[in-house]
């Protein structure tokens, strides 16, 4: 089997770095700096994320990118030739939804590949669920997945969906 | 002299020292800009930034030691991203027939001085 292309975005904080770090099965490349902005961080990921990770037989690449759209570049930058998208956000911070909802239309318009959306955050009530988010975004609950990045069991879940997706869409072909 | 103003002091200085450069940006590591003489430097600074952080990264994977600094050539220039300490970066673009020595030797020592102040 091929090896998959899998881009994880979402907004500053969303989590994206600590999914990649709690799955990869191999060290994560990571581009990690010094934040000057009031984000409730540290550091913030300047370039990617990368790390891999095998579901059953199927080998993932997963490429973070980074947070802001000031790095919109990195977006199309590692969307280039992924063949699926995992838009991650924070289920505790609704006010970041608007900024993800355009994140999520910059890249699909651009890449049109399967995606599955990724609520983070739900070890820490409250915080919104997927049923709650998914009208937000107008989409089915099968494409939202409620998850705690740091568990490497729940992080897995929604590529798991994701594949899935992506199996259906072929039948589909 | 405020922390601003010694950094305009600082650009003044490098773009008359190197007066072939096209354009000067310092930013955060972050990648937003602090000071420059660039058009749409907000970009180029979130770009340098981009350049510098995978810079250092790829230096540290493959074994070259701390980064010295990231260089894109075109066929028409140069745009080379030095580390300004921690916390910044410059970036300076500049036309293929630039005297690349002289840039280097330059822009080290001012990145040095922005260190310093940043």
């Avoid at chain 1, 980074?66 to 991650?88: C, I, N």
């Avoid at chain 1, 992080?155 to 039948?171: K, N, V």
């Avoid at chain 2, 940006?25 to 510098?52: E, F, K, N, Q």
């Amino acid at each position: 089997m091929e090896p998959l292309k899998i881009v994880v975005t979402g907004p500053v904080g969303a989590g994206k770095s600590t999914l990649i770090r709690t799955l990869s099965e191999t060290e994560v490349v990571d581009t990690d700096a010094l934040t000057s902005e009031n984000i409730g961080k540290e550091t913030t990921t300047v370039a990617m994320d990368y790390g891999t990770l095998h579901l059953g037989d199927q080998l993932l690449y997963l490429f973070g990118t980074p947070g802001q759209d000031r790095f919109d570049f990195m977006w199309d930058v590692l969307s280039d030739g992924a063949l699926g998208l995992l838009m991650l956000i924070r289920g505790d911070k609704p006010e970041d939804f608007v900024a993800a909802r355009k994140q999520l239309d910059y890249i699909t318009s651009r890449h049109p590949v399967p995606y599955v959306m990724g609520v983070t955050r739900q070890d820490r009530p409250p915080v919104w669920g997927p049923e709650e988010v998914a009208p937000f975004f107008g989409l089915p609950l099968q494409r939202v997945v409620g998850i705690n990045a740091t568990d490497p069991q729940s992080a897995a879940t929604p590529l798991i969906r994701l594949l899935e997706l992506m199996l259906e869409d072929q039948r589909a072909v | 002299m405020t922390k601003q103003e010694q950094l305009q002091e600082i650009l003044r200085e490098l773009k008359q020292a190197l007066p072939e450069l096209r354009s000067i940006v310092v930013a955060s590591t972050d990648g937003l800009p602090i000071v420059h003489a660039a058009v749409d430097a907000p970009r180029v600074a979130a770009m340098a930034a981009t350049a510098l952080g995978l810079g250092k990264r790829i230096s540290q994977t493959t074994e070259l030691g701390s980064l010295e600094e990231t260089i894109v050539r075109g066929n028409q220039g140069y745009f080379v991203v030095y580390a300004a300490g921690d916390k910044g970066v410059l970036a300076v673009s500049a036309p293929a027939d630039a005297n690349l020595g002289l840039i280097h030797l330059e822009a080290r020592s001012f990145a040095g001085r922005l260190a310093q102040i940043l």
